[in-house]
């Protein structure tokens, strides 16, 4: 019974704070959206990939840290107290909460599996031509119906060209689409959508919507790097439009063109309109400010953490009963 009561209450914990702190994220990320239009379009991917993840990190974080440990160091274990029935409902909520996004990544895990395996059945080597030894990615290609551009994989990514891309594409052209996918292997975009499966919770499809449309920008910035080269990009982007749906095969890769058309034209018109400031990188915040946060954190968590135990303990009694 004890140990029941300890996941009812740390699922109850868990399910509340991660639905209080995903509404406040629901109603803040598109002011945070707008504000950092201003800066590049990477730190704006990097913005809502945070603002997306907040709400599972502090809600995980509070749990194992505080109310878990409150429950089995305060707790009597002798003590039989039956167990409400809004602990139990918010536990299972909780619990189907972690079962859910554990379907999702898995589904998407073999969605992506089952896709490159019906790529991987005729498939040869292209000599991509690019001398930057960051992208040490293989690039294959493969029949007209693969992908006109993908890239596919978690921990071995690879790059993936059809025929038909291969053939309407000018070298230049081509060179420019593929540095856009090397960019989203370097940025492990396939495994932050993974990580966005596993803390699945309604109402946040526009968040991750707009963090792929951002991330697709930020990969265009990183191809290019003159105004020659953008229009290489742009070129590349509308060609690859109009020889496959504007979807993705699958949903753990990152394909040139898989938004939907409003997305593609507003790449294509940014590309465009290309110009060299936007490139140029702006201030990055130090390294050293973070650490300051997370040192005052922890020192401000160790100088209080006995008198939170109580508090937090305090309130799992009252949710209990």
């Given at each position: ?14 399910v ?24 590049p ?36 274990r ?13 536990g ?44 040490s990615?293989?690039?294959l ?8 551009l ?49 803390v ?7 968040l991750?919507s ?47 063109v898989?938004?939907p ?59 209990v009963?």
């Amino acid at each position: 019974m004890f140990a029941a009561r300890g996941l009812a209450v740390s699922f109850s914990i868990s399910v509340l704070l991660y639905s209080a702190l995903s509404l406040a994220v629901c109603a803040v990320w598109r002011s945070a959206w707008i504000y950092c239009q201003r800066y590049p379009a990477r730190r704006c991917a990097n913005l809502l990939f945070i603002l997306r993840l907040i709400p599972f990190a502090l809600a995980t974080g509070v749990t194992l840290a505080l109310a878990l440990p409150s429950f089995l160091l305060l707790e009597p274990r002798a003590v039989d107290e039956p167990l409400g029935a809004l602990p139990v409902v918010l536990g299972l909520c909780g619990l189907a909460v972690v079962l859910a996004g554990l379907r999702s990544a898995t589904v998407a895990l073999l969605a992506a599996s089952r896709t490159v395996a019906l790529w991987s059945r005729e498939t040869h080597v292209v000599d991509a031509g690019l001398k930057d030894s960051r992208d040490s990615v293989p690039v294959l290609g493969v029949s007209a119906a693969g992908p006109p551009l993908t890239a596919a994989g978690i921990l071995r990514p690879s790059v993936w060209l059809s025929r038909v891309a291969e053939f309407v594409l000018t070298e230049r052209e081509l060179q420019s689409a593929l540095r856009h996918e090397f960019v989203h292997v370097r940025r492990r975009d396939n495994l932050r959508k993974l990580i966005l499966r596993l803390v699945a919770f309604p109402g946040m499809a526009e968040l991750e919507s707009a963090w792929r449309e951002a991330t697709e920008m930020a990969a265009d910035d990183g191809a290019v790097s003159s105004a020659s080269e953008a229009l290489d990009l742009a070129a590349a982007v509308i060609k690859l439009s109009r020889l496959a749906p504007l979807k993705s095969a699958a949903e753990l890769t990152t394909a040139l063109v898989h938004s939907p058309a409003e997305s593609v034209n507003a790449r294509v018109e940014r590309l465009l309109a290309w110009t060299e400031p936007r490139q140029s990188a702006a201030r990055e915040y130090s390294w050293a400010y973070l650490l300051t946060a997370a040192a005052a954190v922890v020192v401000t968590l160790a100088l209080t953490y006995s008198e939170l135990l109580v508090r937090v303990h305090a309130a799992t009694e009252w949710l209990v009963r």
